[in-house]
């Protein structure tokens, strides 16, 4: 099993493989990323948030998103940026090939 981090941007991984999707989150913004598709040969399989090591107000930390490799084949991911009361502030898009 291999696990291969990733921007967003489009990767290329095996059956079985995970990949990490590491998104900067700055939390003094209220903004937090969340999924909006995951194409159907992936599985989302843990969401984490690593802190800044910034103690200073506004650091900004990451959002990690562990999917792994179910099917081969093409597959979207969509996340979407979202701000308290649910306003959309920002997207990311990738595409993983499976093979």
Same mark, same amino acid.
């Given at each position: 099993m291999k696990?291969?981090?990733?921007g967003?941007?489009?990767v290329t991984?095996?059956v079985g493989?995970t990949?990490?999707?590491?998104?900067t !989150?700055d939390?003094?913004?209220?903004?937090c990323w969340?999924t909006?598709r995951?194409?159907?040969? *992936?599985? $989302? %399989?843990?969401?984490?948030?690593l802190p800044s090591?910034n103690?200073?107000?506004g650091?900004?930390g !990451?959002?990690?998103?562990?999917?792994?490799a179910?099917?081969?084949?093409t597959w979207p991911?969509s *996340?979407? $940026? %979202?701000?308290?009361?649910?306003?959309?502030?920002d997207?990311?898009r990738m595409?993983?090939t499976? !093979?």
């Amino acid at each position: 099993m291999k696990y291969i981090a990733a921007g967003p941007k489009d990767v290329t991984v095996g059956v079985g493989d995970t990949v990490e999707l590491h998104l900067t !989150e700055d939390l003094s913004r209220d903004c937090c990323w969340s999924t909006s598709r995951i194409g159907e040969g *992936l599985v $989302l %399989r843990d969401i984490r948030f690593l802190p800044s090591k910034n103690p200073l107000p506004g650091g900004t930390g !990451e959002r990690i998103f562990c999917f792994q490799a179910r099917r081969a084949g093409t597959w979207p991911v969509s *996340l979407r $940026l %979202r701000r308290h009361l649910d306003l959309w502030a920002d997207s990311a898009r990738m595409t993983v090939t499976v !093979e």
